[in-house]
Nanobody, 130 residues
Framework: QVQLVESGGGVVQAGGSLRLSCTAS????????MAWHRQAPGKEREWVGH??????????????YYTDTVKGRFAISRDDAKNILYLQMNSLKPEDTAVYYC?????????????????WGKGTLVNVSS
């Protein structure tokens, strides 16, 4: 019902910047938040940050959250008109090397836990060289 396609990954040197995009399509009703996750080789998938929608609307404001390791360096934003989620990554470190995944979660007011829906993109690789 929701399709997510990431783009923008690539190879960058430490200290550089990269902007990832996640284009969403489909039914965006009650998408509670959209998030970025990443998974480095041999490690568990890690939550990077997310942006919350306003109530059950399709409007995403500036209510963002980040894991401590990226706070101050990464910024999540969303173009509501185009349904594009962005991850601006600055001051990149080799530790940021990972496949980055886009996630959308649908959880309308009044939903039971079993009604929760989550969607994932296929990921885009970010390789930060030292």
């Amino acid at each position: 019902q929701v399709q997510l396609v990431e783009s923008g990954g690539g190879v960058v040197q430490a200290g550089g910047s990269l902007r990832l995009s996640c284009t969403a399509s489909g039914n965006m009703v009650c998408i509670t938040f959209m998030a970025w996750h990443r998974q480095a080789p041999g490690k568990e998938r890690e939550w990077v940050g997310h942006i919350r929608s306003v109530g059950d609307t399709e409007h995403f404001g500036n209510d963002t959250y980040y894991t401590d390791t990226v706070k101050g360096r990464f910024a999540i934003s969303r173009d509501d008109a185009k349904n594009i989620l962005y991850l601006q990554m600055n001051s990149l470190k080799p530790e940021d090397t990972a496949v980055y995944y886009c996630q959308a979660v649908r959880f309308c007011s009044g939903y039971m836990a079993q009604d929760r829906e989550e969607y994932w993109g296929k990921g885009t690789l970010v390789n930060v060289s030292s």
